[in-house]
Nanobody, 121 residues
Framework: QVQLVESGGGLVQAGGSLRLSCAAS????????MGWFRQAPGKEREFVAA?????HYADSVKGRFTVSRDNAKNTVYLQLNSLKPEDTAVYYC?????????????????WGPGTQVTVSS
């Protein structure tokens, strides 16, 4: 249905920035709501951001992260600024056929393999 692959992760110092990309294929990209989730070792997967036409962010990243999409490129982005060590996690891109924004991971049908973000102190 939809195939997703993330890129752009890496190792940065606290206060630094990264730009994650999620390339999608398989169906009409604009028909899907896109989400970003993250999971640190030993912790539950948590919502980060979502976008259809509007955006929504977890309180922990609001003001620091920005999600955007380029439908012509079938790509969604997550700009990570002012990174903190607690942002260290595997970041996952997810998609669901449009019914509205969701912060619930179980509402998302398609997932990428993830990209590692590590923030050093």
């Amino acid at each position: 249905q939809v195939q997703l692959v993330e890129s752009g992760g890496g190792l940065v110092q606290a206060g630094g920035s990264l730009r994650l990309s999620c390339a999608a294929s398989g169906r009409t990209f604009s028909s899907y709501a896109m989400g970003w989730f993250r999971q640190a070792p030993g912790k539950e997967r948590e919502f980060v951001a979502a976008i259809i036409r509007s955006t929504h962010y977890a309180d922990s990243v609001k003001g620091r992260f920005t999600v955007s999409r380029d439908n012509a490129k079938n790509t969604v982005y997550l700009q990570l600024n002012s990174l903190k060590p607690e942002d260290t996690a595997v970041y996952y891109c997810a998609a669901r056929y449009y019914t509205g924004l969701s912060t619930n991971q179980y509402d998302y049908t398609y997932w990428g393999p993830g990209t590692q973000v590590t923030v050093s102190s």
